[in-house]
T-cell receptor, first 114, second 112 residues
Framework: GAVVSQHPSWVICKSGTSVKIECRSLDFQATTMFWYRQFPKQSLMLMATSNEGSKATYEQGVEKDKFLINHASLTLSTLTVTSAHPEDSSFYIC??????????FGQGTRLTVV | GQNIDQPTEMTATEGAIVQINCTYQTSGFNGLFWYQQHAGEAPTFLSYNVLDGLEEKGRFSSFLSRSKGYSYLLLKELQMKDSASYLCAVREISGGYNKLIFGAGTRLAVHP
């Protein structure tokens, strides 16, 4: 089956620094990848849609200057949390669209900002 | 826009059957998915419905009624390991591409 690899699995960073999260589709080409954020005991909230070779489409309320998304190739999308603050601490999950339109998820990245 | 509702929590007994309901209101409906998520892990795919009716896959079945905006996930012969959150997700066409929008999830606790 399709495999999506997300790195790192967890990261702790200081407030004010930036963190980059990578999402790779290992055995298929993903023209579209999605980035979700999940707070404890809550569901996945779609942050943005990453389209290969074009600008990401952000959901309402998500700051595009803070959450930089790049989708430079068919197998790699990155999310950079800039000037991170403690309230950005969350579980970030990427997913790549499969042939049936469903989602293959990465393992998730637990970000803690101290 | 979209609105997806499912119960927040459910409890059931090992070996029993449980049904988790999901209602949705969305434009551009293009399929409904159920995912299982254990705490601290990414969701895993369970089922997919795009046409009305029942899809059976082992102990798990999923039903869809597009006219009613309704789906359910049926879990049979419950096991302790089935304790998890179950997420209903609707695929909709928006802006020329598909988006997968999740409900809040139902936390299922299976007791001996």
């Amino acid at each position: 089956g399709a495999v999506v690899s997300q790195h790192p699995s967890w990261v702790i960073c200081k407030s004010g620094t930036s963190v980059k999260i990578e999402c790779r589709s290992l055995d298929f080409q993903a023209t579209t990848m999605f980035w979700y954020r999940q707070f404890p005991k809550q569901s996945l909230m779609l942050m943005a849609t990453s389209n290969e070779g074009s600008k990401a489409t952000y959901e309402q309320g998500v700051e595009k200057d803070k959450f930089l998304i790049n989708h430079a190739s068919l197998t790699l999308s990155t999310l950079t949390v800039t000037s991170a603050h403690p309230e950005d601490s969350s579980f970030y999950i990427c997913s790549a669209r499969g042939t049936d339109g469903g989602a293959f998820f990465g393992q998730g990245t637990r970000l803690t900002v101290v | 826009g979209q609105n997806i509702d499912q119960p927040t929590e459910m409890t059931a007994t090992e070996g029993a059957i449980v049904q988790i309901n999901c209602t949705y209101q969305t434009s551009g409906f293009n399929g409904l998915f159920w995912y299982q998520q254990h705490a601290g892990e990414a969701p895993t795919f369970l089922s997919y419905n795009v046409l009305d009716g029942l899809e059976e896959k082992g102990r798990f079945s999923s039903f869809l009624s597009r006219s009613k905006g309704y789906s359910y996930l049926l879990l049979k012969e419950l096991q302790m390991k089935d304790s998890a959150s179950y997420l209903c997700a609707v695929r909709e066409i928006s802006g020329g591409y598909n988006k997968l929008i999740f409900g809040a999830g139902t936390r299922l606790a299976v007791h001996p």
